[in-house]
């Protein structure tokens, strides 16, 4: 399991920005399906919201290969 930081703009809109993330994580080659990728809203600041996507890669080697 990978957990991935995203910073976006405060205004941003939240279900815009999981649905974005989550259609990413699911079409990247290296994620698995099973689990599937989980986007969280973590905290929030003056001028941002910060998410949390995880993924999971089947191989530790394709790792890498999901982050990019």
Same mark, same amino acid.
């Given at each position: 399991? !990978?957990?991935?930081?995203?910073? *976006? ?12 993330? %989550? $259609? @990413? ?7 698995? !399906?099973?689990?599937?990728?989980? *986007? ?12 949390? %996507? $995880? @993924? ?13």
């Amino acid at each position: 399991m !990978k957990e991935i930081k995203i910073g *976006v703009s405060r205004d941003s809109d939240i279900e815009k920005i999981k649905y974005i993330l %989550l $259609d @990413i994580a699911r079409n990247t080659e290296h994620v698995l !399906k099973d689990p599937s990728p989980l *986007v969280t809203l973590n905290d929030f600041t003056d001028s941002a919201l910060n998410f949390v %996507l $995880d @993924i999971w890669a089947g191989d530790i080697r394709t790792k890498f290969d999901a982050l990019s």
